[in-house]
């Protein structure tokens, strides 16, 4: 079974950028910072599938940050806890949604993911994230993000 086609990978870029990137995001000074970061989240989730954090070898204006192969590559300009929580709702959305399904790269079981891990971690109103996505037009599952958003809860960790 192939990936479905990532149809609202642009909505979703606009609505990170436009609504919550700049007023709630922070930066990581090393990698090492986010590796631990992220090691946290990982666990916070249930994840134990390991994801390394290396820069990219691209490092230009244009080069974007990507998951590949439980790899987390980002130029410097990328070190913000947005895109360490994007890439690795890639890396959730991959090891814990069923094996049968094949997600969008940016469908709304990415969303979901990274709105919780966004709302609990940054610490983004539910009002910012949900009033957009719908100005947005950008689809999320509520049951996984509810989902998602009970476990951070009662991680034990903030």
């Known amino acids: 079974m192939r990936e ?3 149809s609202q990978r642009s909505r979703v870029y606009k609505w990170e950028k436009k609504f919550f990137l700049k007023k709630y995001n922070q930066e990581f ?8 970061f992220l090691d946290d989240v990982r666990k916070d989730v249930m994840l134990y599938e390991p994801i390394k954090v290396v820069r990219s070898r691209k490092d230009s204006r244009r080069a974007m940050a990507y998951y590949h192969n439980n790899t987390i590559a980002l130029p410097w300009r990328c070190m913000t806890h947005a895109d360490a929580l994007h890439e690795l709702s890639h890396h959730v959305v991959h090891h814990q949604m069923p094996r049968d399904l094949r997600c969008a790269g940016h469908g709304p079981e990415f969303v979901s993911v990274y709105a919780a891990l966004v709302q609990w971690y940054m610490k983004v109103p539910d009002s910012t994230l949900f009033d957009n ?9 509520q049951y996984i993000f509810d989902h998602y958003a009970h476990m951070l809860r009662y991680s034990g960790h903030d």
């Open 4 to 6: 479905q086609r990532d």
């Open 133 to 141: 996505m719908d100005k947005y037009k950008v689809e999320h599952d």
């Open 29 to 36: 000074t090393t990698l090492g910072k986010m590796q631990t």
